[in-house]
């Protein structure tokens, strides 16, 4: 086994939050489970990681009950759950290590955001040595507020500013600037056909 899984974030926090209306795939869970699958059927690592922020009361506050994986998601036994603090998930958490004593030298990202911890993680993971593929469609984002907008914005002034990145837009951005940088990009259809091909 020299390949893992890390699954960042998908988590129940985010649907606690209003810019859950907005998320680019509110089905994100069923594509993981697919990526879970084929990673447990070809006996690598499945990590999972949630995003914490303890004492501040919003929805990443473990405090509120909502820092857990999303219902769809199972995890198996033995299957690292990790928590961090940061955007990536190694800088706060002893994934390194985990990944090191476990010989692991490929990875596979996908989890949510898109352009911002499943990205953060992919660029810290490809510095460190790692060989990294960037699974988009099992990745998931809402549209970002330009910086200029006012702060405390409704989701509905959100989407009426023209000056708004959509979501599509931001996961076009993220393949752009990963791929063949720090990445490969992949789709899930395309990780389950090459393993149809090496079964």
Same mark, same amino acid.
């Given at each position: 086994?020299? #390949?893992?899984?890390?699954?960042?974030?998908? @988590?129940? =926090?985010? *649907?606690?939050?209003?810019?859950?209306?907005?998320? $680019?795939? /509110?089905?994100?869970?069923? @594509?993981?489970?697919?990526?879970? *699958?084929?990673?447990? +059927?070809?006996?690598?690592?499945?990590?999972?990681?949630?995003?914490?922020?303890?004492?501040?009361?919003?929805?990443?506050? /473990?405090?509120?009950?909502?820092?857990?994986?999303?219902?769809?998601?199972?995890?198996?036994?033995?299957?690292? &759950?990790? @928590?961090?603090? =940061?955007?990536?998930?190694? %800088?706060?958490?002893?994934? @390194?290590?985990?990944?090191?004593?476990?010989?692991? $030298?490929?990875?596979?990202?996908?989890?949510?955001? %898109?352009? +911002?911890?499943?990205?953060?993680? %992919? #660029?810290?993971? $490809?510095?460190?040595?790692?060989?990294? %593929?960037?699974?988009?469609?099992?990745?998931?984002?809402? /549209?970002?507020?330009?910086?200029?907008?006012?702060?405390? +914005? $409704?989701?509905?002034?959100?989407?009426?500013?023209?000056?708004?990145? =959509?979501?599509?837009?931001?996961?076009? #951005?993220? !393949?752009?600037? &990963?791929?063949?940088?720090?990445?490969?990009?992949?789709?899930?259809? +395309?990780? !389950?056909?090459?393993?149809?091909?090496?079964?």
């Amino acid at each position: 086994m020299t #390949r893992a899984l890390i699954v960042i974030d998908v @988590q129940e =926090s985010f *649907r606690a939050h209003p810019l859950w209306a907005t998320i $680019s795939d /509110p089905k994100i869970a069923d @594509q993981v489970n697919r990526l879970v *699958r084929l990673a447990r +059927q070809a006996g690598d690592l499945v990590v999972w990681v949630l995003h914490t922020t303890p004492g501040t009361g919003d929805v990443f506050d /473990p405090a509120l009950g909502h820092v857990r994986l999303m219902e769809e998601l199972e995890r198996a036994d033995g299957e690292p &759950l990790l @928590q961090k603090t =940061s955007h990536n998930a190694f %800088t706060t958490t002893n994934l @390194q290590q985990l990944l090191t004593e476990r010989g692991i $030298s490929e990875l596979t990202v996908c989890g949510i955001r %898109t352009e +911002q911890c499943a990205e953060t993680t %992919t #660029r810290l993971a $490809s510095d460190l040595g790692y060989q990294v %593929t960037f699974v988009t469609d099992a990745t998931a984002t809402n /549209p970002i507020a330009h910086r200029d907008a006012p702060a405390g +914005q $409704s989701v509905a002034e959100l989407l009426a500013d023209p000056r708004t990145l =959509s979501a599509e837009e931001v996961i076009r #951005r993220t !393949e752009y600037a &990963l791929a063949g940088r720090f990445a490969t990009i992949a789709t899930v259809d +395309q990780l !389950e056909a090459a393993a149809e091909r090496q079964a």
